[in-house]
T-cell receptor, first 120, second 115 residues
């Protein structure tokens, strides 16, 4: 089945540094990917929609200069947390949409395994 | 508005019992709903989905019920097993146009199954 790979699975960084998280669709092309953030014991909150070959669409309240998204190919989207601070510590999750999947298949949206970011 | 969870509700059941997890969704225009299971430190895992033109759908050991009148969704798990212990989220999507996949997640429920 379709798989979305997210890397790294966890990262610890110092305050003020930048961290890049990768989201790859392994056996399908994803023109659209989504980035979510999840704080402990809370729900997933959509941050932005990543569009291949164009600018990402950010949800209200999400700083585009803080969370840089690049979707340079049909299988890769990256999220860079710039000048990270402790309040950016969270679980970041991506998902990818497989638009080529057969209509009879209900599951067309696949999630990565998440990245736990800890900013010291 | 969005459904945002601050502290997740919990449900404790005995192994073999049936579990019912409820969810209230926010957007009356949503036409596609999904239940996910999330284990600690992992991404969401698809369980079952339902479109708004249906009110019930069954899978293996799971049933999803949709009540559009009151914007309510439920997940029923039959013969719950310890491996079912996880956090369960409902998610809604307005699938019109190109927004498919842009999900709004419910607050989630922690399911604990005791042997």
């Amino acid at each position: 089945g379709a798989v979305v790979s997210q890397h790294p699975s966890w990262v610890i960084c110092k305050s003020g540094t930048s961290v890049k998280i990768e989201c790859r669709s392994l056996d399908f092309q994803a023109t659209t990917m989504f980035w979510y953030r999840q704080f402990p014991k809370q729900s997933l909150m959509l941050m932005a929609t990543s569009n291949e070959g164009s600018k990402a669409t950010y949800e209200q309240g999400v700083e585009k200069d803080k969370f840089l998204i690049n979707h340079a190919s049909l299988t890769l989207s990256t999220l860079t947390v710039t000048s990270a601070h402790p309040e950016d510590s969270s679980f970041y999750i991506c998902s990818a949409r497989d638009t080529d999947r057969a209509p009879a298949t209900n599951e067309k949206l696949f999630f990565g395994s998440g990245t736990q970011l800890s900013v010291l | 508005g969005e459904s945002v969870g601050l502290h997740l509700p919990t449900l404790s059941v005995q192994e073999g019992d049936n579990s019912i997890i409820n969810c209230a969704y926010s957007n009356s225009a949503s036409d596609y709903f999904i239940w996910y299971k999330q284990e600690s430190g992992k991404g969401p895992q698809f369980i079952i989905d339902i479109r708004s033109n249906m009110d019930k759908r069954q899978g293996q050991r799971v049933t999803v019920l949709l009540n559009k009148t009151v914007k309510h969704l439920s997940l029923q798990i039959a013969a719950t097993q310890p491996g079912d212990s996880a956090v369960y989220f409902c998610a809604e999507n307005f699938a019109g146009g190109t927004s498919y996949g842009k999900l709004t997640f419910g607050q989630g429920t922690i399911l604990t199954v005791h042997p």
